[in-house]
Protein backbone atom coordinates (compact mmCIF):
# COMPACT_ATOMS: atom_id res chain seq x y z
CA UNK A 1 0.00 0.00 0.00
CA UNK A 2 0.83 3.68 -0.21
CA UNK A 3 3.58 5.05 2.09
CA UNK A 4 4.21 8.43 3.72
CA UNK A 5 7.26 8.90 5.09
CA UNK A 6 7.84 11.98 7.48
CA UNK A 7 11.05 12.66 9.22
CA UNK A 8 11.96 13.82 12.25
CA UNK A 9 10.40 11.93 14.61
CA UNK A 10 11.05 14.02 17.56
CA UNK A 11 12.66 17.45 17.44
CA UNK A 12 13.25 19.77 20.57
CA UNK A 13 14.90 23.15 19.31
CA UNK A 14 14.98 26.56 21.59
CA UNK A 15 12.75 29.29 20.77
CA UNK A 16 13.51 31.70 18.35
CA UNK A 17 14.60 28.54 15.77
CA UNK A 18 13.08 27.53 13.00
CA UNK A 19 12.74 23.50 12.31
CA UNK A 20 11.96 22.07 9.01
CA UNK A 21 9.90 18.89 8.77
CA UNK A 22 10.14 16.65 5.85
CA UNK A 23 6.86 14.32 4.15
CA UNK A 24 7.90 12.12 1.07
CA UNK A 25 5.28 9.79 -0.69
CA UNK A 26 7.16 7.04 -1.16
CA UNK A 27 5.92 4.93 -3.65
CA UNK A 28 3.37 6.90 -4.94
CA UNK A 29 3.42 10.72 -6.50
CA UNK A 30 1.55 13.05 -4.70
CA UNK A 31 0.46 16.24 -6.55
CA UNK A 32 -1.18 17.48 -2.98
CA UNK A 33 -0.28 16.54 0.66
CA UNK A 34 -1.90 17.76 4.07
CA UNK A 35 -0.39 19.45 7.30
CA UNK A 36 -2.22 18.60 10.32
CA UNK A 37 -1.00 19.24 13.95
CA UNK A 38 -2.33 17.79 17.41
CA UNK A 39 -2.29 18.45 20.63
CA UNK A 40 -2.47 16.63 23.32
CA UNK A 41 -5.67 14.77 23.49
CA UNK A 42 -7.07 16.19 21.03
CA UNK A 43 -7.97 16.02 17.27
CA UNK A 44 -6.69 16.44 14.08
CA UNK A 45 -6.68 19.83 12.90
CA UNK A 46 -5.74 20.83 9.35
CA UNK A 47 -3.21 23.45 9.19
CA UNK A 48 -2.74 23.88 5.59
CA UNK A 49 -2.93 21.85 1.65
CA UNK A 50 0.26 21.81 -0.04
CA UNK A 51 0.39 21.98 -3.45
CA UNK A 52 3.26 20.81 -5.80
CA UNK A 53 4.50 23.68 -7.90
CA UNK A 54 2.28 26.86 -6.54
CA UNK A 55 1.60 28.45 -3.72
CA UNK A 56 0.12 25.81 -0.19
CA UNK A 57 -3.79 26.86 1.19
CA UNK A 58 -4.08 27.87 4.73
CA UNK A 59 -6.74 27.15 6.39
CA UNK A 60 -8.17 30.33 8.12
CA UNK A 61 -6.59 31.47 11.64
CA UNK A 62 -3.14 29.82 10.49
CA UNK A 63 -0.08 32.00 9.80
CA UNK A 64 1.15 30.95 7.00
CA UNK A 65 4.26 33.10 7.41
CA UNK A 66 4.97 30.86 10.61
CA UNK A 67 4.68 27.69 9.18
CA UNK A 68 6.29 27.88 5.28
CA UNK A 69 5.04 24.88 3.14
CA UNK A 70 7.50 23.77 0.44
CA UNK A 71 5.81 21.45 -2.61
CA UNK A 72 9.04 21.61 -4.60
CA UNK A 73 8.31 18.42 -5.88
CA UNK A 74 5.81 15.25 -6.39
CA UNK A 75 7.09 13.25 -3.80
CA UNK A 76 8.53 15.93 -1.06
CA UNK A 77 6.73 18.51 1.31
CA UNK A 78 8.33 20.03 3.61
CA UNK A 79 6.54 22.12 6.60
CA UNK A 80 9.31 24.71 8.32
CA UNK A 81 8.06 26.63 11.56
CA UNK A 82 9.88 29.54 11.54
CA UNK A 83 10.74 31.46 14.95
CA UNK A 84 9.46 28.43 17.10
CA UNK A 85 7.60 29.64 20.33
CA UNK A 86 6.60 27.52 23.29
CA UNK A 87 3.31 27.18 21.92
CA UNK A 88 4.27 25.75 18.55
CA UNK A 89 5.01 22.70 20.48
CA UNK A 90 2.68 19.75 19.39
CA UNK A 91 2.48 17.04 17.12
CA UNK A 92 2.33 17.65 13.55
CA UNK A 93 1.19 14.99 11.14
CA UNK A 94 1.68 14.91 6.96
CA UNK A 95 -0.45 12.73 4.81
CA UNK A 96 -1.57 12.34 1.22
CA UNK A 97 -3.61 10.47 -0.89
CA UNK A 98 -2.85 7.72 -4.09
CA UNK A 99 -4.67 8.10 -6.85
CA UNK A 100 -4.08 4.78 -7.73
CA UNK A 101 -6.12 3.17 -4.07
CA UNK A 102 -9.27 5.17 -4.51
CA UNK A 103 -9.71 8.15 -1.54
CA UNK A 104 -8.03 6.37 1.26
CA UNK A 105 -5.53 9.36 2.29
CA UNK A 106 -2.29 7.69 3.88
CA UNK A 107 -0.58 9.37 7.22
CA UNK A 108 2.96 10.11 8.13
CA UNK A 109 4.24 8.77 11.80
CA UNK A 110 4.12 12.51 12.66
CA UNK A 111 6.36 14.98 14.34
CA UNK A 112 6.97 15.38 18.05
CA UNK A 113 8.21 19.02 18.17
CA UNK A 114 8.74 20.60 21.74
CA UNK A 115 10.26 24.37 21.78
CA UNK A 116 12.12 25.03 25.16
CA UNK B 1 -17.39 23.95 6.44
CA UNK B 2 -17.90 20.37 7.46
CA UNK B 3 -18.04 19.78 10.85
CA UNK B 4 -18.10 16.15 12.26
CA UNK B 5 -19.38 14.94 15.73
CA UNK B 6 -18.30 11.62 17.11
CA UNK B 7 -19.33 9.73 20.54
CA UNK B 8 -18.23 8.76 23.30
CA UNK B 9 -15.16 10.25 23.61
CA UNK B 10 -14.76 7.40 25.81
CA UNK B 11 -15.31 3.74 25.74
CA UNK B 12 -14.33 0.56 27.89
CA UNK B 13 -15.50 -2.43 26.62
CA UNK B 14 -14.38 -6.16 27.94
CA UNK B 15 -12.52 -8.02 25.60
CA UNK B 16 -14.72 -9.91 23.55
CA UNK B 17 -17.50 -7.76 23.53
CA UNK B 18 -18.46 -5.12 21.08
CA UNK B 19 -17.83 -1.64 20.49
CA UNK B 20 -19.69 0.79 18.78
CA UNK B 21 -18.60 4.28 17.87
CA UNK B 22 -21.01 6.78 15.75
CA UNK B 23 -20.55 9.99 14.00
CA UNK B 24 -22.54 12.92 12.13
CA UNK B 25 -21.33 14.76 10.01
CA UNK B 26 -23.15 18.02 8.24
CA UNK B 27 -22.21 18.71 4.45
CA UNK B 28 -24.46 16.87 2.27
CA UNK B 29 -21.70 16.95 0.06
CA UNK B 30 -19.21 14.61 1.77
CA UNK B 31 -18.95 11.32 -0.22
CA UNK B 32 -15.64 9.76 1.80
CA UNK B 33 -16.10 8.43 5.16
CA UNK B 34 -13.07 6.88 6.88
CA UNK B 35 -11.90 5.71 10.07
CA UNK B 36 -8.76 5.72 11.67
CA UNK B 37 -7.05 4.33 14.90
CA UNK B 38 -4.24 6.84 16.35
CA UNK B 39 -1.69 4.64 18.71
CA UNK B 40 0.17 6.81 21.23
CA UNK B 41 2.89 8.75 19.75
CA UNK B 42 1.79 7.41 15.81
CA UNK B 43 0.01 9.07 13.23
CA UNK B 44 -3.21 7.51 12.05
CA UNK B 45 -3.58 4.30 10.07
CA UNK B 46 -6.62 3.79 7.85
CA UNK B 47 -8.97 0.84 8.88
CA UNK B 48 -11.61 0.75 7.36
CA UNK B 49 -13.39 3.71 4.90
CA UNK B 50 -17.08 3.64 3.15
CA UNK B 51 -17.85 5.79 0.25
CA UNK B 52 -21.60 7.30 -0.16
CA UNK B 53 -22.90 5.21 -2.49
CA UNK B 54 -22.13 2.25 0.04
CA UNK B 55 -24.57 1.30 3.58
CA UNK B 56 -22.17 -0.86 4.71
CA UNK B 57 -18.74 -2.12 4.35
CA UNK B 58 -17.12 -5.47 6.46
CA UNK B 59 -13.19 -6.24 6.84
CA UNK B 60 -12.95 -9.36 9.59
CA UNK B 61 -13.95 -7.79 12.40
CA UNK B 62 -14.54 -4.16 11.60
CA UNK B 63 -17.42 -2.70 10.18
CA UNK B 64 -18.78 0.52 9.02
CA UNK B 65 -22.50 1.53 8.59
CA UNK B 66 -23.58 4.50 6.60
CA UNK B 67 -27.08 6.30 6.56
CA UNK B 68 -26.69 9.22 4.10
CA UNK B 69 -30.19 10.85 5.02
CA UNK B 70 -29.45 11.09 8.49
CA UNK B 71 -25.76 12.41 8.37
CA UNK B 72 -24.90 9.25 10.28
CA UNK B 73 -21.83 6.63 10.31
CA UNK B 74 -20.64 4.26 12.13
CA UNK B 75 -17.95 2.30 13.07
CA UNK B 76 -18.48 -1.07 14.96
CA UNK B 77 -15.62 -3.53 16.16
CA UNK B 78 -16.64 -7.70 17.06
CA UNK B 79 -14.53 -9.68 19.53
CA UNK B 80 -12.75 -7.07 20.75
CA UNK B 81 -9.17 -7.68 21.68
CA UNK B 82 -6.82 -5.81 24.03
CA UNK B 83 -4.68 -4.77 21.11
CA UNK B 84 -7.86 -2.54 19.42
CA UNK B 85 -7.19 0.09 22.55
CA UNK B 86 -6.35 2.79 20.80
CA UNK B 87 -7.58 6.18 19.63
CA UNK B 88 -10.29 6.02 16.80
CA UNK B 89 -11.22 8.91 14.57
CA UNK B 90 -13.92 9.23 12.32
CA UNK B 91 -13.59 12.27 9.15
CA UNK B 92 -15.71 12.87 6.45
CA UNK B 93 -14.57 14.64 3.18
CA UNK B 94 -15.42 14.92 -0.46
CA UNK B 95 -13.11 13.58 -3.96
CA UNK B 96 -14.43 17.24 -5.57
CA UNK B 97 -12.53 20.46 -4.88
CA UNK B 98 -9.83 20.04 -1.91
CA UNK B 99 -10.34 16.88 -1.26
CA UNK B 100 -9.56 17.49 2.21
CA UNK B 101 -10.62 15.66 5.43
CA UNK B 102 -12.42 16.97 8.21
CA UNK B 103 -12.19 14.91 11.52
CA UNK B 104 -14.26 13.83 14.61
CA UNK B 105 -13.04 14.42 18.26
CA UNK B 106 -11.56 11.26 18.55
CA UNK B 107 -12.90 8.05 20.50
CA UNK B 108 -10.07 6.60 23.37
CA UNK B 109 -10.85 2.71 23.27
CA UNK B 110 -10.28 0.71 26.18
CA UNK B 111 -10.24 -3.44 26.12
CA UNK B 112 -10.38 -4.39 29.44
CA UNK B 113 -8.87 -8.30 29.48
Known amino acids: GAVVSQHPSRVICKSGTSVKIECRSL??????MFWYRQFPKQSLMLMAT?????????EQGVEKDKFLINHASLTLSTLTVTSAHPEDSSFYICSARDPGQGLGYTFGSGTRLTVV | GENVEQHPSTLSVQEGDSAVIKCTYSDSASNYFPWYKQELGKGPQLIIDIRSNVGEKKDQRIAVTLNKTAKHFSLHITETQPEDSAVYFCAAGSNFGNEKLTFGTGTRLTIIP
Open chain 1, 50 to 58: SNEGSKATY
Open chain 1, 27 to 32: DFQATT
